[in-house]
Structures are given as C-alpha cells and as structure tokens.
C-alpha cells in the first residue's frame, strides 16, 4: 500500500512546478502538463518515487546507519528541524559547511571543541579567566551551536542525505556523490533529477508540500529504527532462551553421568557378593 496518495499530495499544492522558461528538460518525465505558464508535475509517479525512497530509508534506518537531512531555504528549515528531532537524526538547516563531507575529520574537531568548551564552563577553568576572553568563547560556542549541534551525535559519514532542494544544496550533493554517498531530494521542475539517487518530482518551495513529504520520509525512518529495535530484543530473547537451554543439558547430562557411575558401582558390589569359591584340587 503506498504511504500517500493523489489527492493528498494535490492538496498540499505538491504538483506546482515553476514556470515553464525555468524548466530542466531532464525533468520532462514527470511533468503532467502545462498551465497558465507553468509546469505541473504528475503526482501519480511522485506517489511511486515516495514510496521508493521511503523503502529505501527505512532500510538504512533499520541497518542501525543515521541519514543526514539538509534544508536551509527559509521555508523548509525550521519544518524539517521538527520533523527530524523526533526521530533522532542529525540535520543542517543553517549554511552548509563547505567540506563536511569531504573534510569531515576537521568537521568532528570542531564539535569536540563545543564540548571542551561546555567542559571549561564546568570544571572552574572560567572563573580563572578575564571578563573578556569568556564572553569571546561563549559567543565562540554559540557560533559553533548554530552551525553544527545539529550534527554533534554525527560520529562517522552518514550513509544516505536527503535534500530539500539540489539546485540551493548543491555543495551537498557534489560532496555525497564524490564520496559515494547515497542522496535522496525533493527535486522540483527546475532541477536535474539525474544527479541524485532518488527523486521526488514536487514543489520544493511551498511549506505543504515539504511538510509533507518529509513527515513521510521521517515516518519511513521511525519504522526502520522500531523494526531494528525489535530485532534486537528479539535476538537477545532467543540468545538467552539458548544459554538456558544449554544449561539445562549440561545438568541433565551430568545428573545422568552421575547415575550411570552409581550402577556401575553397584554392579561391581553385587559380583563381589555372588562369587562363588571353586574348591582347591589336591
């Protein structure tokens, strides 16, 4: 069963493209027609790429792997922060820090620094400072907050992005192909859909429409983590179910060691008592 459906991606106004001289020919495939100067995209097949990437996502999400979700045109970020932080994944929703795929090492520098800071703040390091120079690192660590809190849980390489308009976030998807990197978008007409993995032909402007298809794709992930998350439980169930198993074989096969060499010991008793004396021959 799809997870959205016609009507729904209509009334969140996700088949308004941008006018028809913005076009990218490569979007072609998934415009409907063309109104009043504008190009309207084929929701039918946007239902279709939804549920492909929301399958594909859950997938990543289950196999324990975080995926990284970048808005950061007015419209989307602070939809996309929201629907994000109930999930547990790490997001940019301020300006895309050149290199923090490429150059994600000197990326992780920087969060540590965030929590040196936090650690000055609590081990007395600031009372031993001047007025000054803790009123620079506080403004330091407010910088550093806005810019990468989002990602301080981010450890390692996230293994897919999903981007909110490729044609703003177009560092992102250079860096992520470079490395190999999966990416899933919200591509509208004005964009080329070959240059991400999965696209989802929709309007990437309009707060509906993004809402929407991110509380989808979110949903999709929060599946996957639950799946995972019973999978372990069930595993750790069955591994203990085994150990208990185990254990109790080992018991009964000593009980029956233990038995086993009661009735040979009472066996070499009962010949000791029956043997009979054969008379001496003179």
Known sequence: MSRTNFNELLEAGSHFGHLKRKWNPAMAPYIFTEKNGIHIIDLNKTVVKIDEAANALKQIAKSGKKVLFVATKKQAKDIVAEKVKAINMPYVTERWPGGMLTNFATIRKAVKKMATIDKMATDGTFDNISKKEKLQISRERAKLE????????????????????????????????????????????????NVVDYAIPANDDASTSISLITGLIAKAIEEGLAERKVDKETAAAEEKDGKSSSREEASKLAAGAKFKSSDDEGDVAVGKKTAVKKPRKK
């Open 146 to 193: 806005t810019q990468l809190g989002s990602i301080a849980d981010l450890t390692r390489l996230p293994a897919a992005l999903f981007i909110v308009d490729i044609s703003k976030e177009h560092i992102a998807v250079a860096e992520a192909k470079r490395l190999n990197i999966p990416t899933f978008a919200i591509v509208d007409t004005n964009s080329d859909p």
